[in-house]
């Protein structure tokens, strides 16, 4: 079964920049949709960032727009999330995903989670 590997996670205080990394390893993720997801202890689950198989369509979360960026490398079957002025809000376990298509609603493939602590 196809597993994404998600890394890059840990502790940064207020304001600080972490960058995700998401791994497809002998998956082709160049032909899929990546998404990046969170969830917070007694918190609904959040799509964060998404972005087409070209790159021709990336959409984020109202929480975090003009200060993470969704990327990936095809060439790598890398997906990226890099995250700038980060708040406590912010904290979470984060999980790549990836599905079909742009227009699919559900993903096929996903990670264990990497968590991300904001705090002094």
């Known amino acids: 079964q196809v597993q994404l590997v998600e890394s890059g996670g840990g502790l940064a205080q207020p304001g600080g920049s972490l960058k995700l990394s998401c791994e497809a390893p002998?998956?082709?993720?160049?032909?899929?949709?990546m998404s990046w997801f969170r969830q917070a202890p007694g918190k609904e689950g959040e799509l964060v960032a998404s972005m087409s198989s070209r790159g021709d369509f990336i959409d984020y979360a109202e929480s975090v727009k003009g200060r993470f960026t969704i990327s990936r490398d095809n060439t790598k079957n890398m997906a990226y999330l890099q995250m700038n002025g980060l708040k406590p809000e912010d904290a979470a376990v984060y999980y790549c995903?990836?599905?079909?298509?742009?227009?699919?609603?559900?993903?096929?493939?996903w990670g264990q989670g990497t968590q991300v602590t904001v705090s002094l």
């Open positions: 995903a990836a599905k079909e298509s742009w227009w699919y609603s559900t993903y096929l493939y």
């Open positions: 002998g998956f082709t993720s160049v032909l899929h949709t």
